[in-house]
């Protein structure tokens, strides 16, 4: 199991099994965490990463840095044009977490915590 | 002096050097001048960066009180270490040109394209960031999103 010290903000993380907000089955897919675990709470926040099928991202998503080579940004580990889900938010529990890919930059971060929150209707 | 205030020293002592400087008539005097600064910049924004990272981290785990105000001037660092970033890649290339092998080059252009790809499409953030909490998610728990759009 992944210890929770590194499962820091910004982390990038593999989780099991993470389903769409609507049900159904679940997928094992990359995520930004946003809400690290605590020493008295093994939950984490995360948003989704997905694969950047168009152009420019949605209103919902934010870009994240990638490069196209061999192991990828190396900081993100992402190798394809990627986003974060700022809709796709979900809860998780430590033991879920596969294995750990990068580290999301601090500005991109930025700007996904300020559209999550935009998006969730307190911002 | 501050960790904030320590990494603004070092971004202001990098962008005014990095403008004011001339290439020597010594040209090898000039290329050492050069890596110099470019490690300047190099360790400057480190600096930046170390303290963005560990300032979003209190904040969003709830050490911090948000602040939009400290939100902005992180953001006008970065951009103000940008500021003389073309004049200097015109100079690296004058330098590597002339057949100079120019210490810290690479890490300078890798630290560079990242802030531009870091940045991409984003502007000057006008609400602070704030913690994510159970209540976000919770909101966004019956999100309608096409998830199709995402089978990877």
Redesign the interface.
Known sequence: MIGKAAL???AIVYVENVK???G?KGKD?RVVI???P?ADDDTF?FA?I??L?NL??ADDEV?I?HKPISGG???TSLTAPSVA?C?????ADITRVQSIKGKC???????I??K???????? | MTVFESARHAVDAYSENAEAWRPDHDLAMACRQLEDLLLAGIESLREISAYHQGWQEQVLSGQQEPDLAMDQAIWDMYAWWMRPCTRVKKELRFFERQGFTVEHAAEFRHCLENLQDDRRGLVRPTTPIQPITTEHVQRLASSSIDTSRYDD
């Open positions: 820091t903000v910004g769409p907000p609507q159904g897919r946003l809400r690290a605590t926040t989704v997905a694969t099928r420019n991202p870009r840095p940004d190396r900081q889900v809709r796709w938010v979900q809860d930059p601090s500005i991109t971060l930025g700007e915590v300020r999550v929150d935009a998006i969730s209707g307190s911002g």
